[in-house]
């Protein structure tokens, strides 16, 4: 059986403040936030190719969208317990996974980078 991967990326500018990091509360910062979705799909379509790349990146890009320029603690469903990049990418992963089946795929892995260095991988 074949499988073929598709991924796509983004990024974005958000603040936030873990609620507690080492026993305290941190103080209120900016990253530049780094997202990669990997998508699979088992199958070609007739004009053989399993995804559209416009409307994998799309999809990811109206999401990320609406996080540019926030503050990830405000929002509930990231900032409550902790606005981490792990939950970020659980965030990440919830709001994408009926919009790539609709596409024709499955939502495999979710990556975010906190800054340049540091990243997390959600598979699902």
Excluded: C
Aim: glycine letters at 6%.
């Amino acid at each position: 059986m074949n499988r073929w991967i598709y991924h796509t990326q983004g990024a974005f500018e958000a603040e936030h403040a873990l609620i507690s990091y080492l026993g305290k509360p941190e103080e209120k910062h900016r990253h530049r936030w780094k997202v990669e979705v990997r998508i699979g799909v088992d199958e070609l379509n007739r004009e053989n190719y399993g995804l559209d790349f416009h409307r994998v990146h799309k999809i990811l890009e109206e999401l990320i969208d609406q996080l540019h320029r926030k503050d990830l603690n405000e929002n509930p469903e990231i900032g409550l317990p902790s606005p981490s990049a792990e939950n970020l990418a659980l965030f990440i992963a919830r709001k994408l996974e009926k919009d790539y089946a609709a596409a024709g795929g499955q939502l495999l892995q979710v990556s975010v980078w906190e800054g340049p260095k540091n990243r997390v991988d959600l598979r699902l």
